[in-house]
């Protein structure tokens, strides 16, 4: 915050001074002033980042063993088992970048809504705004997002992909959703998760169901020939769209026809649908911010 | 002189809940019984204090003084009633700072600056300051998790008296000290204190208040008992022993004594 060297003299350093105003000492507070204070959030993320996966001695490759072995998993079962590889062109890839943003998003809702519980120690006792520990959360889930998309980047150009502008747009937007929503959501359960610890397993459900609610092992294609108008319902989930901008970004530039690809297998309006899903998320980071801050009052009791 | 810090019919309540389980909820509502009670642990309390005066807040255990310090500190927020305070606030909060077990000692000690609002360069420029003051040695570079009480503690205080604030909590520290430390650190509150900043001193030892402070504010199960000079406080707790009683200095004239060191705790 302030660089003023004090001058600790044996009379009254307030006097050499403007006083500064007197206020509240708990009215820092909020989603403003965590970026505000990056050097704080920036010593959170780097802690948090050593700290995940302390004692273990894989450490830091734990963060892409598990997005690995769910890819191991689900290639075997469905693409061996329920053969669907014969239907959807490049189902490693499709699946592939899926995984990376959906890994994204449920690490940032796993770990935001432990966050605040997991720091009871630095809550209980220090000041500050506590907003920023789920988005420490979510930068830290953000950093490990980095070299997988660089295997995705170098699985898809082995696979003769090329990038287009269109793509890294919908790269861009997909990620900016994802942060947007995973902070809002953690702000929202990590708050919950203090009052009853139940929240916290509860998450786990639903991260279940976001694996299986998102065209990441089925392809877009099928649920809108099996669902025909309902398909638009589905449509409403922003981590389905997130994850259909993430294909688009990658998995598309792999066929051979990619526009042919993107007409079948991809919903109309793609990118319209993407900001429209962003706004909703900031509506939702907005509501995330106001509970936060109803239940932030009692936060250090009931820790 | 101006307001530093300005209480206004503070109040602040907790909620204790004797089940937390379903079940357990279920059970003690079929009989009858209470599931939970509510009591202010701060109860209608104000004062205000002037820049650079040296408070001490004195009561029995359970009275409501670290309750108090959480919300002069802003980790808390009063139920009613409203606290300003003026610039930078730093201290310890029930002998500790907010420390994560698993990181090292510099890790924490760097985090725990920030957070108290130092930027990277005031952090390096008093790194060294600080761990000598603690006396952590090399103990710096490992977890604070395997820290004895104690280091933790004096690490804590280092950190939170290094601090350029204008308010300096300090709830209990010398509980935990040795000796030589806890003269050290009396010795450094009242360089804070002659340098004009704001103490709130948190002590069951008189003689350590009585050399440190120039008021006592006493709380009695969360309400404001005493506020005023500082050997009537002392004699309103009765933590005035007969000797006391008759020679207020004798404590003070003995730099060695157990009590002004708060031994007595």
């Known amino acids: 915050m302030t660089d003023v060297v004090l001058p600790t003299g044996e009379t009254g350093i307030a006097s050499e001074r403007p006083l500064p105003p007197l206020q509240a000492p708990s009215a820092n507070n909020g989603l403003l002033a965590v970026f505000q204070r990056r050097y704080l959030l920036k010593l959170l ?79 209980q006792k220090m000041s500050m705004p506590r907003e920023m520990f789920p988005v420490a959360s979510m930068l830290v889930s953000l950093y490990h997002v980095g070299p997988q998309l660089v295997i995705l980047f170098v699985a898809c150009l082995l696979n003769g992909w090329t990038p287009d502008v269109e793509g890294i747009l ?97 919903p109309s309006h793609l990118l319209q649908r993407g900001v429209i899903m962003l706004g909703v998320s900031l509506v939702i980071l907005a509501i995330g911010q106001l509970v936060f801050s109803r239940l932030e009052k009692k936060i250090p009791e009931r820790l | 002189m101006a307001d530093s810090i300005v209480l206004e019919n503070v109040t602040k309540s907790f909620t204790v809940r004797y089940q937390r389980t379903m079940k357990q909820m279920t059970v003690a509502k079929a009989k009858g019984r209470q599931t939970s009670r509510t009591f202010n642990a701060v109860d209608d309390v104000s004062f205000t204090v002037q820049q650079g005066e040296s408070i001490g807040l004195m009561g029995l255990n359970g009275s409501g003084k670290s309750t108090l310090l959480k919300m002069i500190n802003g980790v808390m927020r009063p139920d009613t009633g409203s606290i300003l305070t003026r610039g930078r606030i730093a201290g310890l909060i029930a002998t500790g700072a907010g420390f994560h077990p698993q990181l090292s000692g510099r890790e924490n000690l760097i985090l725990n600056a920030a957070i108290l609002g130092m930027s990277e360069a005031e952090t390096a420029r008093k790194f060294d300051e600080i761990v000598d003051f603690a006396e952590i040695g090399d103990k710096i570079d490992s977890q604070v998790g395997h820290y004895s009480s104690g280091q933790s503690a004096r690490l804590g205080f280092a950190v939170a008296i290094h601090v350029d604030s204008d308010i300096f909590l300090a709830d209990e520290v010398l509980a935990v000290g040795d000796r030589p430390f806890k003269k050290k650190c009396l010795a450094k509150m009242e360089e804070v204190r002659d340098s004009g900043r704001t103490l709130f001193y948190v002590s069951h030892a008189a003689g350590s208040v009585r050399r440190m402070c120039t008021r006592v504010i006493v709380l009695q199960d969360g309400r404001l008992a005493f506020d005023g000079d500082v050997n009537e406080g002392i004699r309103f707790l009765k933590y005035d022993d007969s000797t006391d009683e008759n020679e207020p200095d004798a404590a003070e004239m003995d730099d060695d004594s157990d009590e002004e060191l708060g031994a007595d705790i």
């Open chain 1, 45 to 123: 993320v780097r802690r948090e980042i050593s700290a995940r996966y302390q004692g273990s001695f894989l450490g830091l490759l734990w963060s892409y063993v598990n997005p690995l072995s769910q890819f191991a998993i689900y290639y075997f079962i469905v693409g061996e088992i329920f053969q669907l590889h014969e239907d959807i062109p490049n189902f490693a890839l499709h699946m592939f970048s899926a995984i990376v943003i959906v890994h994204f998003f449920t690490e940032t809702f796993n770990a935001g809504t432990r966050s605040i519980v997991r720091n009871r120690q630095i809550v």
């Open chain 1, 170 to 266: 919908a790269l861009v937007l997909g990620l900016l959703l994802i942060m947007v929503l995973g902070t809002a959501l953690a702000l929202l359960f990590s708050a919950a998760n203090v009052f009853f610890r139940d929240v916290q397993s509860f998450v786990n459900i639903l991260t279940n169901l976001v694996r299986f609610g998102v065209p990441m092992i089925y392809s877009y294609a099928m649920v809108d020939e099996r669902f025909g108008s309902l398909a638009q319902y589905y449509l409403l989930n922003p981590i389905a769209n997130a994850v259909l901008m993430f294909q688009r970004a990658f998995w598309i530039g792999t066929a051979p026809d990619p526009e042919e690809l993107a007409r079948t297998d991809l």
